[in-house]
């Protein structure tokens, strides 16, 4: 016997220690929002009882899980013959046909947030360093309807992966030859070291900088850097939101309403 009837789709978000997570409140706001008849619950569960829970939520039927910080890389093992992990992470999982699709929510937040702010074949993209951030993103990109106009990996495993002392070089040809850069979008996890060489670079003064990057940024200390003053710092809050974004867009197939999860986030984090 098959069971086909309609049920609620349910997201279930996975922790070992949930306290202090917002996706449920986010998710239940956008699911309102967009009059979406789902249900979001949140579990904890042991380490040692991961693939116990794994086997529970597929017979359920669970719609779709988010793991959080401390399974993602678990779920990547677990879910290494039916996706393809990004880095060793698994954030964010859709049940479709009759398995799972699984992808790391980072890197497509940043790819949605850049978008917004450039034509994608007018960007150059550095990557700096070996992370999860850069990895997600490359892998992103592979997958989303966006072709960067060059990508140059420092200190990496990209396809054009060089070494931090080439990359200035690089970087100014690109600048100075590709047609059209009109934004140059730097990603990493620690970039303060690499403000002194970004102000190094022959840029117009028509090109904006995008920085998405994991430390604590300020205004003028990019400022100092980037003397024309355009300049788009994506912060933790504004990738986090951005992930979200992406996958109630992903589950849902409806569009999400960022500035409301913006809003939702900040009420959230204010409890």
Known sequence: ??????IQPILCCVGEAVAGRPTQFLMERAFAA???DWRVITVEIRQEDFQTALDGMRAMRFKALRFFPEFQVQAAKHLMD???ATFGTITSVLWQGDQWTCWDNQGFGLVDLIADCAVPAHVLVWLHGESRMTHSFANALRAAEFTAGRLLWSEGEGEQTLTLESVEQ?????LATESGVTHLAVIG???VGQLELIGRLNASADTQLI????ELLTRQQVNDAW????????SEVDQLVAAEAYDFRRWSGQAADVDMLRDAYEEYADF
């Open 227 to 234: 003397t024309s003053g355009k300049v788009k710092i994506l």
């Open 34 to 36: 967009r009059h979406c």
């Open 170 to 174: 690089s970087l100014n040809e690109a």
């Open 1 to 6: 016997m098959t069971m086909d009837s309609k």
């Open 82 to 84: 039916e996706a393809v």
């Open 211 to 214: 920085l998405a990057t994991n």
């Open 189 to 191: 996890e620690s970039l």
